[in-house]
């Protein structure tokens, strides 16, 4: 059976591996673990660096001791704050009565543990895309949540495959049925149980392994979970297993091809075949292998990573990483996953290390790098030499001579390098996908409270910026405050004592504000001119443009559409720049301004007083002429509020979401417990985990996340606008 189901992926060992590398292509596999805050990804990481041999000693979140959350603050507040990198090896369970798809070799199995709580879905976002497979876990309580919802559509717009893990079998109120039933329905998923928990709350013994038909019982007195039993199912736990066997025989003979084939020629399906039809439909992100267990109590933890090996792809399985030539966007370049191919890699993520100074982490898809190489980033047309490579195990450090294609690593001291970056051979003129990341929604000024501290606190916040896409920092031209901004109140929060800890910068920080935005609603034209004539030389410059309403999300688009002349060439780039300066001061309240396509259609110059500046000014005022004829409205960002409260608080959790503005979606229940969603203004929901405490007596809680902008009612419009010294148009 196993030499048949090797045989299978003899394809995988075609494409040749650089004969140094310490593991090949196709026994390498690198996951992302992602879920809603507090499902438990961080304890299952614990538990799989633990089983891999890694670390020696279980640590707990509580305890601040795990090995993936090592900044301070991470371990003060018990959660994931940034993406975490560690690199295992495992060999598949060796019991003789279950079918493994691969020889018992080390496969090395590289994780990125991601946080949970929506102020940092950008640590999700750039993880999945340089990842190839995920495990996605679910709580078995509370099931399919929020944060859950967008971590699925950022693993689906990536076309990650997915295995999902129901963690918290221990608990009280644990249902994996409930949960397959929820990833079905609210996912759009075709769920798969292949480890069925045996068991629940406090009877979690073990798993039902479906395709091996064999139970997975835990030992008793081990605390540890590093000993278990592959014993025959009783017979209770057989007609599960059956049940479940046919549910994977049906689906797969019907998104399969290969699969579908013999079960309609009626040939025998053999577990190693049922194996290898869920590999290649999972690959395919048409199925989902489900397992449930508890990684807290260790328990169900070593066959989840089975079924990593088994189902999720190496990096010869996945698409070649697809780009556009740098200097011509329409073209299409590819980079095949081969260590003898020329190299291509993408920067994802920048971090600031108190040891090593800055850290670049990079995906390879294609050829090797090694120390003191030259690498060619396409964006600022500059080679660069890699000084150092590092493999990175959490906040450890590991030098290494070389990476491999498929390879996750940090480069040492490279500058010159933002996320999103392309790092490619200097001949592979190719330019890489960037991940893409939410627009901040909230903001505060922040200013230092000693002279000495300026200098340090924008090196700080520079550096901070650098980091994370999603934190901004920018100047009030009007009152010459710094003003940062972020995803929530918690992600300013860590950003000001990171500033407090790392930079040693203490700061004084003021009320959060909210980012609101403008666009307009109809189409108009408007019309720019600058003329001053002092005795000498002037200044002129003329504009004529059109403002029309982009889709939702295209931001700035512009066409130039003068003809014959009326502008001259070699001022268009000073009219740009006089569009795009425009966005950033609406009409309405001086918000930035999104969503706005502008055709420019003429003007006018003078042979002797136009210049640069003149066109810059003129093409300024030109938009806010069509600003003031289009409707322009202000956007407010609308939050998705998910409230789960006793019964008995529901009409009073309503009654508040509706007093906030609130407009609420749905009202469903999940045994004596209510689920109350709501989309709320995010002006409305600062201090609401206190005031939802004090309306439940404590009991009640609730998640947020960014839904949309929507435009603000005039009271609201008008009292913003008295705020800022203006008046309300």
């Known amino acids: 059976m196993l030499a048949t189901a090797t045989a299978a992926f003899s394809q995988m060992s075609e494409c040749p591996n650089s004969p140094d590398r310490p593991y090949p292509l196709e026994r390498t596999r690198n996951i992302g673990i992602a879920a809603h805050i507090d499902a438990g990804k961080t304890t299952l990481t614990e538990r799989i660096l633990f089983y891999t041999g890694m670390i020696h000693r279980i640590g707990e979140v509580h305890d601040g001791a795990t090995t993936t959350d090592h900044m301070e603050q991470e371990r003060e507040r018990g959660i994931t704050i940034t993406s975490a990198a560690v690199t295992c090896e495992w060999v598949q369970n060796k019991d003789e009565g279950v079918c493994k798809l691969f020889e018992s070799q080390e496969q090395r199995v590289n994780i990125i543990d991601t946080p949970g709580h929506v102020d940092f879905t950008a640590e999700v976002e750039r993880s999945l895309r340089v990842l190839d497979g995920a495990i996605v876990v679910f709580c078995g309580v509370a099931g399919v949540q929020p944060q859950t919802e967008t971590v699925w559509r950022q693993a689906s717009k990536y076309n990650v495959p997915r295995i999902v893990f129901v963690n918290k079998m221990d608990r009280v109120g644990a249902d994996f049925q409930h949960v397959v039933d929820e990833v079905r329905e609210k996912l759009g998923a075709i769920p798969l149980r292949i480890l069925i928990p045996i068991g629940a709350e406090d009877q979690l013994k073990g798993q039902i392994d479906v395709l091996n038909k064999k139970a997975v019982v835990y030992t008793e007195d081990d605390a540890l979970g590093s000993t278990f039993e592959v014993t025959d199912l009783t017979e209770e736990q057989l007609v599960l297993a059956n049940e479940a066997y046919e549910e994977i025989l049906d689906t797969l003979a019907n998104e399969d091809e290969e699969l579908g084939e013999k079960f309609l020629l009626e040939q025998e399906i053999t577990v190693a075949d049922l194996k290898r039809a869920m590999r290649r439909a999972t690959i395919a992100n048409k199925v989902v292998p489900i397992a449930g267990g508890s990684a807290f109590k260790n328990k169900g933890v070593q066959f989840l990573v089975d079924a990593v090996v088994d189902y999720l792809p190496s990096p010869l399985e996945i698409p070649a990483a697809r780009g556009q030539k740098a200097d011509d966007e329409d073209v299409e370049v590819l980079a095949p996953t081969d260590d003898n191919g020329r190299f291509c890699s993408l920067a994802f993520k920048l971090w600031a290390d108190k040891y090593v100074g800055k850290l670049v982490f990079f995906r390879v898809y294609s050829g090797t790098v090694s120390k003191g190489d030259m690498v060619y980033n396409p964006r600022t047309r500059r080679k660069e030499r890699i000084g ?89 031209e009007e009152t010459g405050q710094t003003i940062i901004s972020g995803m929530g109140e918690l992600h300013l929060e860590v950003i000001i004592d990171r500033l407090r800890r790392e930079f040693s910068v203490e700061a004084n920080v003021g009320k959060p504000q909210i980012a609101y935005r403008e666009t307009i609603t109809g189409e108009a034209g408007g019309e720019g001119i600058l003329k001053k004539q002092t005795g000498g030389r002037g200044q002129y410059g003329h504009v004529v443009l059109d403002v029309v309403p982009n889709e939702k999300g295209d931001g700035l688009t512009t066409e130039n559409l003068v003809v014959g002349g009326a502008i001259p060439r070699e001022y268009m780039n000073a ?48 938009m806010k002429d069509a600003f003031k004829k289009a409707g322009s409205i202000l956007l407010e960002p609308i939050m998705d509020v998910e409230v789960t409260t006793p019964d008995e608080h529901q009409g009073d959790i309503i009654g508040d979401l509706n007093r906030r503005r609130g407009h609420i979606d749905e009202i469903g229940a999940k045994g004596n417990v209510a689920i109350v969603k709501a989309k709320v203004p995010l002006a409305e929901m600062f201090g609401y985990s206190t005031d939802v405490r004090t309306i439940s007596s404590g009991r009640a809680s609730f998640v947020m996340t960014p839904a949309s902008f929507d435009p603000v009612p005039q009271a609201i419009v008008e009292a913003i606008c008295k705020e800022r010294g203006m008046v309300a148009a």
Do not use: W
């Open 575 to 622: 009219v740009n720049a006089g569009v795009q300066e425009a966005m950033t001061n609406g009409v309405v309240a001086g918000y930035p301004v999104v969503d706005v396509h502008v055709n420019i259609t003429d003007g006018s110059s003078h042979d002797v007083d136009s210049n640069e500046n003149a066109f810059k000014m003129a093409a300024i005022f030109a």
């Open 388 to 476: 150092r490579l590092i493999q990175i195990q959490a906040d450890k450090h590991e030098e290494i001579q070389t990476c491999y294609a498929g390879d996750i690593a940090a480069i040492v001291g490279i500058k010159n390098v933002t996320t999103g970056d392309t790092l490619c051979a200097q001949k592979f003129d190719i330019l890489l996908e960037p991940p893409s990341f939410p627009e901040p929604v909230i903001a505060m000024a922040v200013e230092p409270r000693t002279t000495a501290d300026q200098e340090k606190m924008s090196t700080g916040l520079g550096r901070l910026m650098e980091e994370d896409p999603t934190f901004v920092v920018h100047t009030d």
